[in-house]
């Protein structure tokens, strides 16, 4: 994935990593929080009208703002003020917050509670009139952050990039090609670098073949960097990322074939239509066929029957007559 970046040198907000990438806040509720955090504090908008703007629908609203407050961004007091009406109160923060510290953060002047101390811990001694204070601190200078907590590990550096989703796919077809062409030997510190770039052929739908003819063909007799060359050639001949219509179009799907397919109806005497795949043209199901043998073999031993006795009684009329 190739990427161009500029950074915004007016009318941005920053927007940490851990909001942007958080794994449990759907992508309506990180658009509501960002949109919320990005005001001025001159403007005081309720969460329902920020939804509105962002155009998003009343059960993606309600989805997003119950995990907004389930993970701590999002605090909520219902008052009652005059005349009995009732009012509520909301708190949006860039960072998670407790129930205490939303508290301490909605009324400033009021400090979070602070558990007493047990046994094992030591009480922490109340400063008396001899030790120093802190004062205000003077018009300019930077105040602590009072509530709220960030990540555990915070450097001036960004965050490093999830994994490709196919990166591990890419590394085996570099290796795979690194031990058939000894003009591209790549060490496996090579092979992890650049598996991104043959994960990103794979995922715009390159094959393994088009990858290896890209990697091999046309090479030059003398290589003093395998890496280098392979980097090169990733980046270069990338194939195009696949458009909006290709994505959509669907693969058209060969009608499978019906199972009655190929099968007739019994001629028969049967109570319901009676379905049978012919063999060779018949126009009987088995057990008709079966039964119409039964009758015939029956038939015929009758006729044999009656055919014998009529010549029983021939031979015995002749027998009478000579007599």
Known sequence: ???????????????????IRHPRLSAEAVRLLTWQISFPDSVDEPLGATADRAEIKKTAFTRAKAELVAEGYLHEWSEQVEKGRWVTIQLISNVPLTAEQATAARNPGVSPTVAEPT?????????????????????????????????EKTTGANTPHPPHPLAERGAQALAAVSRGERKLRLAPRDIAQLAPLAAEWLLRGATLRELREALTSGLPERINSPAGLTRDRLVRKMPDP?????????EPVEPTTPRVAGMRECRGDHM???????VDGEVLCRDCRQEQAAESQNDASGAIGAALRGGSLVRAALRGGQR
Do not use: C, K, W
């Not at 696949?242 to 669907?250: E, G, N, Y």
């Not at 319901?272 to 012919?278: E, G, S, W």
């Open 1 to 19: 994935m190739l990427r161009h970046v500029i950074a915004p040198t007016r009318f941005f907000t920053q927007v940490s990593n851990e909001i």
């Open 242 to 250: 696949p458009s909006f219509a290709d994505q959509r179009a669907v």
């Open 272 to 278: 319901h239509p009676y379905l049978f795949r012919p």
């Open 119 to 151: 046994v094992d811990e030591p009480a922490v001694d109340e400063p008396t009139a001899s030790e120093p204070t802190v004062g205000e601190p003077t018009v300019g200078e930077p105040t602590p952050r009072s509530v709220g907590r960030y990540q």
